[in-house]
């Protein structure tokens, strides 16, 4: 199978293309000038690269030319409101232009990678499937409504005749997440050894699992159906402790923080961002948007992507053990003792700008 990925440098898109590789097909990833090509060293001449950019229509319809299915899982990640223009010009109408070109190139599926953040994120307690949660506690930031707006785009290419299957990941770990997305959580209490525990839930994922039900989708996906990809699901308690174990280190009081509390730690962090002039940018760093998202339940019931797709749930303590090793390797744990510098530097831009 001729599979072009987009995004194929990114966290997940890497995973991905190693295991399209590994599953015999021909795998091209579409890349910009700029895009780190060394993430994918190890099979760097294994893969066919071609430039283009998801900003660019003419691009996307030279590289689609001649490609049976095409994965796209690029896009950009913010909380902050100073980044919408961005966000709506990258994930929204760079989806429109994806599913554009794949209509004029004739490929045969699109596989579409977009957030469990769509359809999750909840202030109870309750599992969510692709019926998505029964309230609006999710819409925190205007990345969550890109997400929705690039999805409808799919969907908008589905009635003009275009074969798409969507996957919705939820919050991915293993080895190269350069962009933090779940990161922070690791590196935060690394720095403070202090677990600050809001209400709320999380589900991880092991993301070799994730890129593994890319393949499958690629082939056995429904056309127009909805997958939600998970692993676990914990409280924020139980994640911290999690975290803590592989951490190793040593155990202290929990600090319990009510969901007025954390809001008002994401208050101040942006305040700070803002005095400083970095309250911009693709990271992951506390503000409003961050705290309200950490006093949510985001868990998920993903039988349906289980049963058609065959998405398996590994143990997620071995895929945390190779981000904290691959972090440690990248010089972005801090040392021993309390790094309340390192974490102001991090999640307050205290740092220098």
Not at 33 to 38: D, Q
Not at 72 to 99: E, F, P
Not at 185 to 212: E, F, H
């Amino acid at each position: 199978m001729k599979v072009l990925i987009l995004g194929g440098t990114g966290f997940v898109g890497a995973h991905t293309v190693r295991a399209f590789l590994a599953e015999g097909h021909e795998v091209a990833v579409l890349s910009r000038a700029t895009s780190p090509r060394e993430v994918l060293a190890d099979v760097a001449d294994d893969v066919e690269w071609v430039q283009g950019d998801l900003r660019d229509a003419p691009s996307l319809e030279r590289a689609f030319a001649g490609r049976e299915v095409v994965v796209h899982q690029a896009g950009i990640l913010s909380l902050w409101d100073k980044q919408s223009q961005s966000l709506y010009d990258v994930n929204v109408l760079g989806t429109r232009r994806v599913v554009d070109a794949c209509l004029k190139a004739g490929v045969r599926r699109l596989v579409y990678t977009g957030s469990v953040g769509v359809y999750a994120g909840s202030k109870d307690p309750i599992l969510v499937d692709e019926a998505g949660a029964p309230d609006v506690s999710r819409f925190h930031s205007f990345h969550v409504t890109s997400m929705c707006l690039a999805e409808a785009e799919v969907y908008k290419g589905i009635a003009r005749g275009l074969e798409a299957v969507l996957l919705h990941p939820s919050l991915c770990l293993g080895r190269g997440d350069r962009n933090w997305h779940s990161s922070w959580a690791i590196v935060g209490l690394a720095c403070l050894k202090l677990p600050v525990i809001p209400p709320g839930g999380i589900n991880v994922v092991d993301v070799l699992d994730v890129a593994r039900t890319h393949v499958a989708a690629a082939s056995k996906g429904t056309p127009g159906a909805s997958y939600l990809l998970g692993g676990e699901n914990l409280t924020n308690g139980a994640w911290s402790e999690l975290l803590r174990q592989v951490l190793e280190i040593p155990k202290l009081p929990v600090v319990k923080i009510p969901r007025r509390g954390i809001h008002a730690l994401g208050s101040v962090g942006e305040w700070v961002a803002r005095a400083r002039g970095v309250d911009r940018g693709t990271y992951v760093t506390l503000n409003q948007a961050l705290s309200h998202a950490m006093s949510l339940y985001w868990w998920i019931d993903d039988a349906k992507a289980a049963r058609e797709l065959g998405h398996g749930h590994s143990p997620i303590r071995p895929a945390l053990k190779r981000q904290v090793e691959w972090l440690g390797e990248h010089g972005r744990l801090p040392g021993q003792g309390f790094g309340l510098k390192e974490f102001g530097e991090t999640f307050l831009g205290m740092g220098g700008v």
